[in-house]
């Protein structure tokens, strides 16, 4: 050990004493020599069960203020499903975009003008139409990453309560959550999620910035409305 003079002893008692240290032993003794018992971790607090919605409005309120959904991150924005019970078609669409939440909308801007055109050209007008994301949040450069299945979870208790006649899933992600397939292989035929007849084709955001497409998503349209399959 090494040997410190009286001027040196007092300078480090009077920091102990600073620190709050007034007392050289307490009532139980401690193993100094022993390891010290790790701490243990934190275990994240788990949000409280709560009942399955019993009904769309139900389970649209759960989704407005429900804590720890996923893909809920720092600085999202819900974003709203809107449309009627038991409407003509479901439309279910990818991440919301940037213009998509300006409107308050899952598809908003130039693409919900493009999807209104396509829904016209089969016969059915934005108001026979139920609109909702997959998520049902948006945040800036967002990836589902291992949200999917559990995004996919909520998306099929949505369609159940929503009992639309027809589905639409646009884009990428939607098809592999619903339909277990990429979009480029879920494309050209018919699907049955929930029992709802559904197809898988291009998100109107991709069409407007890739019109060749347009005849292919044409082609699904038509077989979601046809009788055969």
Known sequence: MQAIDRGAAASLV???LEAGVDAAVSETPRDWLGRQKSLPEAVPATPPPTENPADLAAFQAWL???AG??????????????GPETAKVMLLSDLPAREDVADDKPIGGEAWALTNRMLAAIGIGTDEAYVASLSPFHAPGARFNGDLDAC????RDHIRLARPERLILFGDAPAKAL???PLA???GKVHRVEGIRTIATFHPRWLLQRPSDKAL???DLLLLMSESD
């Open 185 to 187: 292989r879920a494309r």
């Open 152 to 155: 996919a979870g909520i998306a």
């Open 64 to 66: 407005a203020t429900a």
């Open 69 to 82: 959904l996923p893909m809920d991150r720092p600085g999202a924005i819900r974003v709203a499903s809107h």
């Open 179 to 181: 339909i277990g397939e």
């Open 217 to 219: 998503a044409w082609r």
């Open 14 to 16: 009077g920091w102990w």
